[in-house]
């Protein structure tokens, strides 16, 4: 694909490093399942890459109007999917000394009520997309409340900002404080409204969003099994297996099942395009279902630290040939950082006497995420032709990460060096569509 000149500013030729992943590199790191030029160039014209490899190949074939933008000491990447992430939870950062349960009663649900008002909603989903944005997360599965307002106000802000955005309105009908509890009926209708609405608007995906089995009746679970057959191309998320208290109340309340996930199975909620938040207290059937469905999880390891959840086990899905990708779960995960998350998946690993390549972290972070939600055909990687998100890691961003990074001497330890050390302030910028939507400030 030639680059060509648009309306929004024309051709630009990032220059730097370039990382990016064309299928999991495992825990081989396999040399086929990435691309990295040390001094590349990403060419990006009508909001879509045109055109990536090495500098001294691209450049001389660049429009003699091109913009040549420099990002030396740094590291261009897809921009990050994060794939479990509560937007009305951000309020709450910061809270905790409870496990799930008692998490939720005391910070969560009355955290949530504020959202029946479409200013407060509104004002949040601003403050929560520019944070997004300033870590480098160009992609996001999100949670919003059960108020159709709060979803109305969270793909306005998104629409505004033109970001790939997949989210929906919690259902939930039972086990919750009445304020915020819909039922069956208006759930549903409410569902399909705003699936009519948003679905497929702008670079907008909706996710049929039941909280968690024990916040939905039967009937329920039964309205969303509903709402997945009639939109098969839409996304299904909800939590499971996180907690081995709330894994217990699951047993009481459905006791026909053979396990929690098995209560969303027998409802049709299994299938690709579906994404489960947690998966930890899982065996070797469940994990197997999952493979088996195309559902995918979403590895939380900020979360399930902060709340004492349990860790992921990372070798057992990838025995199951189970997919997965990183989530930020904030509120429960502390940080709106993926480097910072990446970090934490790396230690959990380690507790589990495993091990996450710094690689596979980052393909996690990218490609996996965007395979997960279904749409790695348009961000996630830098093919011809995809959406131009992307993000420019400074590896010179505080003084340690600069030390360590120039005496790293492979890419490998370089990236480990990265995630352990970096945060917010090693994304110096964060494009949209080819657009910059971040630009750091000095330290």
């Excluded at 081995?244 to 309340?253: M, N, P, Q, T, Y």
């Excluded at 930890?280 to 999880?297: L, N, T, Y």
């Amino acid at each position: 694909m030639a680059p060509h000149t648009d309306s929004a500013g024309g051709v630009r030729a990032h220059r730097g490093a370039i990382l990016h992943f064309r299928s999991d590199p495992g825990s081989g790191d396999d040399p086929d399942t990435f691309e990295f030029f040390d001094d590349g160039l990403l060419v990006t014209a009508d909001g879509r890459v045109a055109s990536i490899g090495p500098a001294r190949e691209l450049l001389p074939a660049l429009p003699s109007d091109a913009e040549l933008v420099e990002h030396r000491d740094s590291i261009l990447m897809p921009g990050f999917v994060d794939t479990h992430v509560h937007y009305p939870q951000t309020d709450i950062v910061g809270t905790g000394g409870r496990q799930l349960l008692d998490w939720l009663e005391h910070y969560t649900f009355p955290a949530e009520r504020g959202f029946a008002d479409p200013a407060h909603a509104r004002e949040v989903a601003e403050f929560f997309l520019d944070e997004l944005v300033r870590n480098g997360t160009t992609t996001a599965l999100v949670f919003c409340s059960v108020h159709p307002a709060s979803v109305q106000a969270f793909f306005e802000a998104a629409a505004a900002r033109r970001m790939r955005m997949a989210a929906g309105k919690v259902l939930m009908d039972r086990n919750c404080p009445q304020y915020l509890r819909d039922t069956p009926e208006t759930g549903e209708r409410a569902t399909r409204e705003l699936l009519a609405a948003w679905h497929g608007r702008e670079r907008l995906l909706y996710a049929i969003t039941p909280r968690f089995a024990p916040t939905s009746s039967d009937a329920q679970l039964a309205s969303a099994g509903r709402l997945a057959t009639d939109y098969p191309d839409a996304l299904i998320q909800t939590h499971v297996a996180e907690n081995l208290d709330e894994v217990a109340w699951v047993k009481r309340l459905f006791p026909e099942a053979r396990s929690y996930l098995d209560v969303y199975d027998r409802y049709g909620l299994l299938r690709e395009r579906a994404i489960y938040a947690h998966c930890i207290h899982f065996d070797e059937v469940d994990r197997a279902r999952m493979a088996q469905s195309g559902a995918a999880a979403a590895f939380c390891p900020s979360s399930n630290l902060r709340l004492g959840s349990g860790l992921f086990d990372v070798a057992s899905a990838d025995a199951a040939g189970m997919r997965f990708s990183i989530a930020t779960d904030v509120a429960a995960g502390s940080s709106f950082s993926m480097l910072q998350t990446l970090s934490d998946a790396y230690k959990v690993a380690q507790l589990s006497q495993q091990h996450l390549s710094p690689l596979r972290a980052f393909y996690l972070a990218t490609l996996a995420g965007a395979r997960a939600l279904g749409v790695d055909d348009r961000v996630g990687r830098f093919a011809v032709g995809t959406e131009a998100d992307f993000i420019v890691l400074d590896l010179r961003a505080t003084p340690l990460l600069a030390r360590r990074t120039a005496r790293s001497r492979t890419l490998a330890e370089k990236l480990l060096v990265l995630l352990t050390l970096g945060d917010d302030r090693a994304v110096s910028r964060t494009y949209i569509l080819g657009r910059e939507s971040h630009r750091a400030g000095p330290i």
